[in-house]
């Protein structure tokens, strides 16, 4: 269990600078504001405040009271009022009512609102419109990068996905540039870029520019990641719409990690109790079982739990100066692991719970049906019987989008009934969650009959090399001008199973979904890294509709050390799943590698859904 | 050498002086000093002459000239005056020079003679006009203040940032102070003037008396004033030949002294030199120069950084020599060699002569790309000068897409100014533009600008859906983007509607536009909705409880758990509910309910289309294990040993599955087996393994 890395592996840059850059700098915006003053703090900012300045040291700088930004009317009697906020419009029109409802009271205070990770034209002109651009004094507080843990740095930016990939708003894209500007100022200059996606074209060509303007500064640094690589959600909406089966995707999936850490509550505590954990490397228990298939991690803990009984147990057989050894050094850590440990266990049995109840194994199979390209008929109606029966309507959601994106759309018959029972069953004003969906290619139609087009006939001659029997199915996909399934072809992302997938022991990333499927986006970097080019790939890219927006881009950097040409910076603009860490990590195992993941917000396919719904206000 | 302090002479006590020519001028004056207007820049910098014909009232028959020399008296420039009447001259920090006239108006020229600008001091100047006026220098840059002909004074503390102040009045004053100066504290500019034996203080607001610490008695009139270059010391002559020395704020005496001379001096100024700690003042008469001093206290100038050297030879035109500088002391690029490339190119902008073609290729082939270069201030430059085409051209230089944005504004290229905007991949920049279209484009050409640029459009979409529903409207209507009008309206019809006629007719106009998207399915979603929330509502009414905003499944279920079995099944037909649904849905709110009999009596009905399992199933999930096993039996072959094993018949669900010959069932019903009392059932399973394996 918990594979070691190689012994060559490199080290991992030290990331907890970028926190006490980002606590500074907040520290010297507070200071701005000289003397006592409440901090109303957007919801969204408050676990990533959290990682980064605790009460205590807001209290040092002197902010009294702490306010959550909620429409609610505000009791603060105090008089410098500060806002940390998003920049979103919202928040300007609940700062102006508040600012202007001290005026009619004729009272005086002094405003701050303190924008994070940057503030955006218009949210100023919302606060001129609103007539209180004069009384509000607005700072940036650039904290865009907070380590979740030693390999991964989130944006903590989950509005990116909706953002750009529904509405085409390209404001973030600036922000990831300058995120990566910080990077490249303070770990060195990465020699080799890759990246795949529009919104990856374009950060990248921002943050070169942005390196150019300031010219010099990471010149002449040894640089300390050798590569980079970044790439769009869209150019792999199919893996992070399966459900999860490595532990931390699983944990994420039916507990939600907020910002690195989650809430086990009383049926996970067996307390009557819920408890805030933190989940991270620095949890020996977690990070050994975190990248492991589910189906391990039950026995390994139990297997744990024996050898930490053997370890209290020694206790027996100790004389008095032992004893006092023992209890001094090694009964704490006991029993911090012992803590760990339940901790685990009461998750596994509450996940099996679940998972047992929703008939988890019947829905698992249905997604591995989908990913080849089987049973598409049976596939549909299981889908529908979810539908009909009220199961969850996220969970709908995104099996009927996953059906769409591994056919490349439904067919008419099938997008119109399925929306038809889905609004019956959930509400009518999905009909805008559908017009979402299809704006962003999640949930489409197939057009009318087209004909092949060269590159599927060329496709289609390696399809019918297959195995007999899945003919076809895969064929008749293929009539429906199924990318997913020709790119699958392409990289073999459904892996040829003799006999049974050894779970415990992979031997490929397809582990992190049972061995069912290699993820799309680890498959396509790890081609790039093993080539060092998108050379070969050119179909590929081609069919990912991505021919214009993939690219490399290697400076001639003789100082990269070779133990920096092992590390790899993975950017998911639109965000990235913990199966797909988790796959990366151990192929960063297998070859040497160490993977570091900068993600615009850890995501999972009910996050992903949620953003594209239209809940009635 | 025996004689080093030979040439010293005592002034006072303990300070020395001495006299020698630094250098001699190069000028050759053809007028009297005396019969011109003199100003001479602080720090060394250029002397301007104008002969002032005005003064003596003669005729202007001849048109004066104005000359620039250089402090060593080399010529800058000359130039016939051809404007008004000057009162006075005198230079700006910046090294320009700005000439005041008798009507009020500043002319302000270059070193080179070049004409820059000119503003006015105000009405009350013009009609009352300028009787004398100074140019100050202070923290903030340098300012004018006059004294008109009605005795009363304006001015302006920075003429780079134009604010006029007018003071108050001196009450009583009926002629022209005999004599007044600028006062700078507390970084307000105040006037100190003397009439007869008082001195007034003005300041923005008031007109104060004040008085000197230990003046002597007897004074009836102060003849002169002069206020040190940092407005640290003020030194004041008197009628009776008396001379008083202190700090400006007047609050404290530093000297005084009596020379006996009763004339007014002609001048009378500061002077010391840096780092010293004497101050002295020299008065001057027609032939008579004297020192007094006074040392005590240590006064500080300023030095010249070395910036403002630069800029000094950069506004010399000695771009060469500047360059040369730049590299002896090795300063970065961007501060030295790139910024003095910038000035030139500046200049080289203006030469008219040359084709904007010549310039643009020129000044490229000089500058290239070195950083710190700003080619969109070059081309502002090019803009200034009226050279649009050549702005154009210079800004194609311009690698930063954003900053070519400013002034493709300014020049009135606003799509030019959006596409370098987006190219730039600065959202704000691309919205600043946007709102600059919108304000200067009508809104059908605003628009139709928007529709070809779609990342414009998305950003402005994102902001009408948050700040201008109305807005986003109409920019659908304008694209007949039918689709998102209709989304729109059933948005609407959720967010800004109450009542339900509002909502339905919202929903309606939605409807009407999916048609027109040719999107029949949304528009016939759309009626159902109409439909269904006029139904909920008569439920309502008619048996109370909550019925609006439930979707059709839940508002039949609620029918069904509220007892109104028929009006759920006509609401199932109405809405053409498929059978498969009905029955997941009557099953289960029959269960919740608690209904068996009711559950039995409809799964006898007609044949079920689900099957009979979700019967077990859900019997089994209410914990009431004799009605699941009415239903096990009726569970179809398939799925017989599942329902079986739900409601724990192992033996039989092993019997069946036996039967059935089928491994999976086989280990399925094998790993429910448990304890002692189904041991025999494993048996048997095994037992029909070995035999299937046998054959």
Known sequence: ?617 | MDCYTANWNPLGDSAFYRKYELYSMDWDLKEELRDCLVAAAPYGGPIALLRNPWRKEKAASVRPVLDIYSASGMPLASLLWKSGPVVSLGWSAEEELLCVQEDGAVLVYGLHGDFRRHFSMGNEVLQNRVLDARVFHTEFGSGVAILTGAHRFTLSANVGDLKLRRMPEVPGLQSAPSCWTVLCQDRVAHILLAVGPDLYLLDHAACSAVTLPGLAPGVSSFLQMAVSFTYRHLALFTDTGYIWMGTASLKEKLCEFNCNIRAAPKQMVWCSRPRSKERAVVVAWERRLMVVGDASESIQYKQLTIQVLLDRLVLRRLYPLAIQICEYLRLPEVQGVSRILAHWACYKVQQKDVSDEDVARAINQKLGDTPGVSYSDIAARAYGCGRTELAIKLLEYEPRSGEQVPLLLKMKRSKLALSKAIESGDTDLVFTVLLHLKNELNRGDFFMTLRNQPMALSLYRQFCKHQELETLKDLYNQDDNHQELGSFHIRASYAAEERIEGRVAALQTAADAFYKAKNEFAAKATEDQMRLLRLQRRLEDELGGQFLDLSLHDTVTTLILGGHNKRAEQLARDFRIPDKRLWWLKLTALADLEDWEELEKFSKSKKSPIGYLPFVEICIKQHNKYEAKKYASRVGPEQKVKALLLVGDVAQAADVAIEHRNEAELSLVLSHCTGATDGATADKIQRARAQAQKK
């Open chain 1, 1 to 617: 269990m918990a594979f070691p890395h190689r012994l060559d592996a490199p080290e991992l840059p030290d990331f907890s600078m970028l926190k006490r850059l980002a606590r500074d700098q907040l520290i010297y915006l507070l200071e701005q504001l000289p003397g006592k003053k409440d901090l109303f703090i957007e919801a969204d900012l408050m676990s990533p405040l959290d990682r980064i300045a605790n009460v205590s040291i807001l209290k040092q700088h002197e902010v009294d009271k702490l306010y959550k930004v909620e429409n609610k009317p505000v009791l603060s009697s105090n008089e410098q009022l500060c806002f940390l906020v998003r920049p979103r419009i919202k928040n300007m029109r609940y700062i102006a009512s508040l600012v202007n409802a001290d005026k009619v009271a004729g009272r005086t205070r002094k405003y701050k609102v303190i924008f994070s990770p940057q503030k955006f034209y218009a949210c100023e002109m919302v606060l001129e419109e609103e007539g209180i651009y004069g009384d509000v004094s607005c700072d940036e507080w650039a904290f865009s990068l907070l380590p979740l843990d030693v390999d991964l740095l989130s944006m903590e930016l989950p509005e990116f996905f909706r953002d750009y990939f529904l509405e085409g708003d390209q404001r973030w894209i600036n922000t990831v540039a300058q995120a990566l500007h910080l990077l490249s100022t303070l770990y060195g200059p990465f020699p080799n870029c890759y990246g795949i996606g529009r919104c990856a074209k374009m950060a990248y060509e921002l943050w070169r520019k942005l390196e150019e303007e300031e010219d010099g500064e990471t010149k002449g640094r040894r640089p300390e990641i050798g590569h980079i690589f970044l790439l769009d959600r869209d150019v792999d909406f199919v893996t992070a719409l399966c459900s999860q089966v490595v532990y931390e995707g699983l944990v994420d999936d039916t507990f939600r990690i907020k910002c690195g850490s989650v809430d086990f509550g009383p049926e996970v505590t067996s307390s009557d109790k819920s408890l805030k954990v933190l989940l991270n490397a620095e949890d020996k228990v977690f990070h050994e079982i975190r990248n492991e298939h589910f189906s391990n991690v039950f026995g390994f803990l139990s297997q744990k739990a024996r050898n930490l009984q053997a370890q209290y147990d020694r206790r027996r057989g100790m004389d008095i100066k032992q004893m006092k050894n023992f209890v001094s050094q090694e009964l704490k850590g006991l029993k911090q692991e012992h803590r760990l440990l339940s901790l685990h266990i009461g998750a596994c049995e509450s996940i099996m719970k679940k998972k047992t109840k929703q008939d988890f194994q019947e829905l698992i199979k249905t997604e591995h049906a989908l990913l080849e390209g089987f049973n598409i008929r049976e596939s549909t109606s299981y889908i529908e019987e979810h539908i009909d029966r009220q199961g969850s309507p996220i969970e709908s959601l995104r099996l009927m989008c996953l059906l769409s994106i591994t056919e490349n759309g439904l067919i008419p018959k099938d997008y119109r009934s399925l929306k038809t029972q889905y609004l019956q069953s959930y509400g009518p004003e999905h009909l805008l969650t559908f017009s979402n969906l299809r704006r962003a290619g999640l949930l489409t139609e197939q057009g009318p009959g087209d004909t092949l087009t060269a590159v599927e006939s060329k496709v289609s001659k390696l399809v019918t090399d297959k195995a007999a029997g899945k003919i076809t199915d895969a064929f008749s996909s293929l009539a429906k001008r199924s990318n997913f399934r020709a790119i699958s072809k392409k990289l073999n992302l459904i892996p040829r199973v003799d006999g049974e997938y050894d779970l415990k022991v992979p031997r490929d990333m397809a582990y992190v979904f049972s061995g069912a499927y290699v993820p799309l986006s680890c498959r396509i970097i790890e081609q790039v890294l093993e080539r060092r080019s998108w050379q070969g790939l050119d179909e590929v890219v081609r069919l990912l509709n991505c021919g214009d927006f993939a690219f490399t881009d290697m400076t001639k950097e003789d100082k990269a050390s070779s133990e920096s040409l092992r590390l790899i910076l993975v950017v998911f603009l639109g965000g990235c799943t913990f199966s797909e860490i988790s796959a990366l990590r151990f192929l960063g195992r297998e070859k040497g590698y160490r993977f570091i993941f900068l993600t615009t917000a850890v995501t999972n396919s009910a996050r992903l859904m949620e953003a594209m719904s239209e809940v009635k206000a």
